[in-house]
Structure formats: C-alpha cells, structure tokens
C-alpha cells in the first residue's frame, strides 16, 4: 500500500489501533521473544534430526498449517474497500434510523463485492451475478444491506437454496466446471424450477458480465420495511445506482480476461481509489405505502419481481464513495461478516420468504467460517457504538468483562446492562398482525413466473437482445444432455417465442411450441441504453512505437488526461519511448504482458514500427475493433488499421483537417461500445 495519507473516519480511527507495521522491527516469535535465526530448524548435529524441542519450529509451522480457514460456501470470491455515506436529505418521514435522518452524520462503511458460484481463486469476469454487501458503522449499531448487482433471486423459498448452489457449483463427480453455469446441473435445476426464469433473463444479458464493480447497480433485492418514528411503515426496495453508469463485458472478451487478468475487477477497483478515482454510488429508494401492498399484478413480497421504476420512481437519497483500500484482505475482506439481519431502529424485514431464510443462514455460517460466536469482535466487524451484554466466553473472545454479573434480570448490578425503550433508542419490531394456517406452501400470488422475465426481454435494445440469445446459445451449447436443452428452450419459449426459437436453432434441437407473450410491457431503467455515458476513468491502450510525432501525440494525451482517461502506453519493450521534437513517454506494457481486452480503448499512435509490432498492434486492433470498442488512429497508426476498419462507427481516423481529434476521441471512449459495428 502506498504511504499516501488515507481519509479517515470513525471506523478507521478504530482499525488504526490493530493495524501494524512490522517494517524495521526486530523479530519475535508470537510470545514476544526476540528470534536469533529464522532459517534453520534445531538440530542435533548440523546434518541431524530437528529436535522436538524447537518452540519457534514448532509456532512457526503449526500457525501456518492454520492459516486457511473454509471459504464461504457462495460469495467465495471477493474484494473489499472502505468508504463513507452521506445522506442528501432527511428521511424522517419514512424511518427513525438515524444515519436516514441526519444529513450532516458521516457514515463509515466497509463495502464488499463479489462472484457467487466460484471459488476463493476463481477468475471474476464470469458469467454470473456480483454480491455488492455494505456495512454501514452507524452510532445505532451495524446496518448490514447484503445487496446483488441483479434486482431479483432465482428461487422464492430459502427452503430451496441449497439446491439452488448444488446445482450452479461444479458438478460433484468432476468438480467442473469452475465459475460456470453452461453445465447440466444448473440447467436441469432452471428447467424444473421455474420460478428461476426472471433472474436467468438478467444472467443471460450484460447484468452478468460488468465492465467493472465501479459500473454496475446494487439491490437489496427484497422489500424491507421503514418505520418512521410514529410507528408508520413503509414498503421499500433498496438500490444504488454507480455514478459511471451500468456498462458491461462482451462474453468473448470477459472469458479472454478471465485468463489474461483474473483479477480484472479487483484490480480496476483498487487501482482506481489508489488513483483518487473514487468509486461512488447513489442509494436510492423505492417506496410504497403500506395500504399499496396489493396494488400490482405481482406479490410484493416475492423476490423473483421489481417494482417497474417507472411505476415507483427511485428517490436519490444519498452518496457512498469508495476511499480507502484494505491494508489486509484476509482480516478485512474475508473476516468480515455480513448478515441482513444486522440492522438499526427504523429499518425491518418484510414477510419475504426468500428473506426471512436469509435471516437464519448468515449468523450460521459464519460460526463455521470464523470458528465460533465472537467474530463480532473482529476489528472489521466491531460497531463504532459500544456494546454490553450478557454473552460470554466461546473461542477466540476479546472482551474482559468485568464482575460478577452475566445475567439478566439481577440486582448485584443494578440489573444492568438493560434493556431500553424505543424513545431510548431500544429496537422494538414492526407490529404486524399475522392470522395465518401453519402451511408448507407457496402463496398462488408467487406462480407468475414469466410476465416480469418477458418485460426483461421488451425492455432490452437490439444489441442487448443479440447478447441474450447467444448467452442462452453458449450456456446451452455446453450441455452434455439434449432433454436439458429442450426443456430450457421449451420453457423459455414461455417468456418469449421468436428468442426460444433462436436458441433451438443455436443448438440443434427442435423448436419449441408457440406460446402466447406473457407480457407486452418494458421498462426503459431496464436497458443499459438509457444508463449515464462517461470518458471519466476509462482505460486506453495507446499502441506506439520510436519516431512516433511527439508534439500531436502529446496533444491528444493530454485531452485524454483532462478528460480523466487513464492511457497506457504499450510498445515493443518497456522503458522510455522516443518520438519526435524530443518528446518521450514511459512505457506500461508491451504486447506480451498486455492484450486489447484490458483496454476499453485502443489509440494506434504509430512511429516506425518493425514488423512484428505492427503485426501485434493490428491484432489488438482488430479484436478491440471486434468488440466494438472505440479505435482512434494517427500518423502511421493508421497503417495498422484493416481498410474495413476505417469509417466505422467509432474509428477516428485523423486527417488534417481535424482540429479537435484529441475531443473527438474523448467523445467515442465515454460512449463505450459501438454495437452498431457488431450488427454490420
Ligand atoms: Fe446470500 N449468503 N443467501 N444472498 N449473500 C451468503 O453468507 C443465503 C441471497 C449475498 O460479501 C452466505 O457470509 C441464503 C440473496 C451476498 O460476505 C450465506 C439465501 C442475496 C453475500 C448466504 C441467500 C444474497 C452472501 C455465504 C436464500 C441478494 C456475500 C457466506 C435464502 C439480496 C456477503 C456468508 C459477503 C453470502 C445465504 C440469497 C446476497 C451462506 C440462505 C437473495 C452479497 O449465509
């Protein structure tokens, strides 16, 4: 880590007492005591046994024998950062919480994103949804909002969950494939549960493959509660919109990074808070009134719906920046523990389930994970309030409390610690009348289960639509049994006819009876058409070599900069570049260790290249220009470009007459994709 001055908050004032610098100390074993010799074990004799005496041998080994602990069972890959919330207005109306309330409080938080089916190694530009779990360290206590980057779930009953992850996760016999969903298991589970058909329509489409954690929406997926310090209640679902925009992947290219960089998210993230680029996310707010809770064709309680943004419009209520990188992404990003049942006084659940299954399975699992009831008391998930109780003891506990008293009610201590009233603060639950059989049962208001998946479909551009068949095509490509894919195209058909059919095609099996269109509605919020377009912190390769024109390509450089781009100079050999009046430039990467799909542009910038860099510079130009990225080129860069290349949509050739090239390229980078170039 850099030795930058990091911003600071509450949270951050209480890790700077754990974290520790072991640069220039002397060494010691765990008990403190200065070590003279960390090579060699103790031995009888210099070419004899290691001796079982040999404590510091013996710390040394058994810690690190230790050192693994079982990684979660979904979510397995991530990658962490802290930041800071604040709140545009108050929310008084809605909730009594008061990080909602009080737009001058500073909210500490710990984010945590990752991919669900692979593991703790697995590459992270796969085809799959992105947890987005925040921490806010409120002064009411930790609030937990376990969010994913899509707005519904595969399943409605927790109940379900673990058939759910037996079937994505690698097949038992073989454990393949890794990361993937493209294997028989998780298909045949889509096929007899059909509930799943919504969230596989967003998996299917870019949602699955974003550009980078910094460009993608959060949910929190169900409807939870507010309650607003006269007890009233409000139905609402939680969002966070990325100030970039929601942008995505093509699948060629996402599997291309997945072995080029399989740390291509984490890297983007890091990178860009130790930039300055700090990531930032608006929390918006969808909120209904309880006497609305039966106002729509759908359950709002059935996690496998959305609320159509343009029926409920989401309310910007505040910002979250990404600031501070770990110092230590095992005692930060994996120790910590979220849990959507770690919430304040204002913030309830709703009857969701899905959710309430939820509620259950987090503390659970991180009794195994973290190896006992105290991993509250982890540095990175302790609340920045005081907390008193009448829990003790267990593995690893850190708390010494004191006295005699570990019981409630008791008079020795007054009878505290004490419970408190809501006016005090004391968290009491939503009142909500219940009068209810006992059933195993799905509710009839759930067996909707393509309406909302065909208004996914409706809401798509064209180029969006083309993704999704053949994201369904690859996916059911690689099934092994044919009955799996029949059933898939057949029910699919159910959401829409003409894309099932595609799909038969794709893979050879018989088309699929025509069914009627569950829905004609769409949404607009729903394409990435209609998201926010951005030059700011994109990444451009620019492909160059000796005697390339120094003053132009200087020029455009610094547009570049201005505009906030990162351009990254790859060449034939790292080190300085010369071009001409004297202008130098510090070489990045060359061919070998970079490739076109670490780029979200390409700026051929030309010089006398020699044949095989002109050889390599066409073909990163070529597979950027495949996947329909920007393209500028000058000077002799131009040479490297196919003639077909030339006057498409996002190539900018410079010719004399133009003036503003270094702008007119800052234009095409913030546009992200020529799709229009992929249809031709
Ligand atoms: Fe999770 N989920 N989940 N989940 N989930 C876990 O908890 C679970 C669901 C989500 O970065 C586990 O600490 C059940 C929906 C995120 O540490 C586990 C059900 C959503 C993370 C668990 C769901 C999520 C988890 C594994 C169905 C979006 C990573 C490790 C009822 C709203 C958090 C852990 C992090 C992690 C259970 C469904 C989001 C096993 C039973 C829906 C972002 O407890």
């Not at 909602?100 to 796969?126: C, I, N």
């Not at 939680?238 to 399989?262: N, T």
């Not at 707010?285 to 496998?304: A, C």
Request: glycine fraction near 8%.
């Amino acid at each position: 880590m850099s030795n930058k001055k990091q911003p600071s908050n509450r949270k951050q004032e209480q890790l700077e007492q754990y974290r520790v610098d072991d640069r220039g100390q002397a060494m010691t074993t765990n008990q403190g005591l200065k070590v003279s010799e960390d090579e060699f074990s103790l031995k009888a004799g210099a070419r004899g046994p290691t001796l079982m005496e040999d404590f510091q041998f013996r710390e040394k080994m058994t810690h690190f024998d230790h050192e693994r602990i079982p990684e979660r069972i979904v979510h397995a890959r991530g990658f962490a950062a802290h930041g800071d919330f604040q709140l545009y207005e108050s929310l008084e109306a809605y909730t009594k919480a008061k990080f909602l309330t009080d737009t001058s409080v500073v909210t500490p938080v710990f984010v945590r994103f990752s991919t669900v089916a692979g593991s703790r190694g697995s590459a992270e530009t796969v085809r799959d949804a992105r947890g987005f779990a925040t921490k806010f360290y409120t002064e009411e206590g930790n609030y937990d909002l376990v969010g994913n980057n899509i707005p519904v779930f595969f399943i409605q009953d927790a109940m379900k969950f673990p058939d759910l992850v037996h079937a994505v996760k690698p097949e038992p016999h073989n454990e393949m494939p890794q990361a993937a969903s493209a294997h028989d298991t998780f298909w045949d589970f889509v096929a007899n549960n059909q509930e799943t058909a919504h969230m596989v329509m967003w998996k299917m489409s870019g949602r699955a493959v974003p550009r980078s954690l910094r460009m993608m929406e959060g949910f929190g997926v169900h409807t939870f509660r507010l309650v607003n310090a006269e007890g009233k209640s409000h139905f609402v679902k939680f969002h966070w919109k990325p100030v970039l925009g929601v942008h995505s992947l093509v699948w060629d290219e996402a599997q291309k990074i997945s072995g080029k960089d399989p740390d291509f998210h984490r890297r983007d993230l890091y990178e860009s808070i130790e930039n300055g680029d700090y990531p930032e996310y608006e929390l918006g707010l969808q909120l209904l009134e309880e006497e609305d809770e039966f106002k729509f064709d759908f359950d709002i309680l059935d996690p496998t719906k959305i609320w159509p943004e343009e029926e409920v419009p989401v309310k910007l209520v505040g910002k979250l920046t990404l600031n501070r990188n770990v110092d230590n992404v095992f005692a930060e990003a994996e120790q910590v523990a979220f849990h959507p049942g770690h919430v304040v006084p204002g913030i309830d659940f709703t009857n969701d389930p899905l959710l309430q299954g939820r509620l259950f399975s987090y503390t659970d699992t991180q009794l195994i994970r973290l190896g006992g009831p105290n991993f509250h008391e982890l540095p990175i998930n302790r609340p920045v309030c005081p907390f008193h109780n009448n829990q003790r003891d267990g593995y690893g506990r850190h708390t010494i409390n004191r006295g005699p008293v570990s019981y409630h009610k008791n008079a020795i201590a007054g009878n505290t610690p004490s419970p408190v009233s809501e006016e005090e603060g004391g968290y009491a639950h939503y009142q909500e009348k219940i009068d209810a059989h006992k059933v195993r049962a799905r509710s009839d208001s759930f067996k909707d289960h393509f309406s909302q998946a065909a208004m996914f479909w409706n809401s798509m551009s064209k180029p969006e639509q083309e993704h999704i068949v053949s994201a369904f095509s690859f996916e059911l490509g690689k099934l092994e049994r044919e009955s799996i894919q029949k059933a898939v195209v057949d029910m699919f058909a159910n959401v829409n006819y003409d894309m099932a059919s595609r799909v038969a095609e794709a893979v050879g099996v018989q088309a699929p009876e025509k069914k009627p269109e569950p829905s004609t509605a769409s949404s607009p919020a729903l394409s990435q058409e209609n998201t926010i377009f951005t030059a700011r912190t994109r990444k451009v390769g620019v492909l160059v070599s000796e005697g390339f024109d120094g003053p132009q390509v200087q020029d455009i450089l610094d547009k570049l900069e201005k505009a906030g781009v990162q351009a990254e100079i790859v060449a034939e050999r790292l080190g300085q570049i010369q071009g001409t009046n004297g202008v130098s430039l510090k070489v990045k990467h060359t061919t070998l260790t970079s490739d076109s799909v670490l780029f979200d542009a390409l700026f051929a910038a030309g010089g006398d290249a020699n044949a095989n860099f002109s050889k390599q510079a066409a073909y990163f130009l070529t597979e950027a220009f495949e996947h329909a990225k920007p393209i500028a080129a000058h000077g002799q860069g131009e040479g490297w470009l196919e003639d077909s290349m030339k006057g498409a949509p996002g190539v900018l050739v410079q010719d004399s007459a133009q003036a503003e090239f270094g702008e007119a390229f800052v234009e095409l980078i913030s546009k992200h994709r020529f799709w229009n170039r992929e249809e031709a």
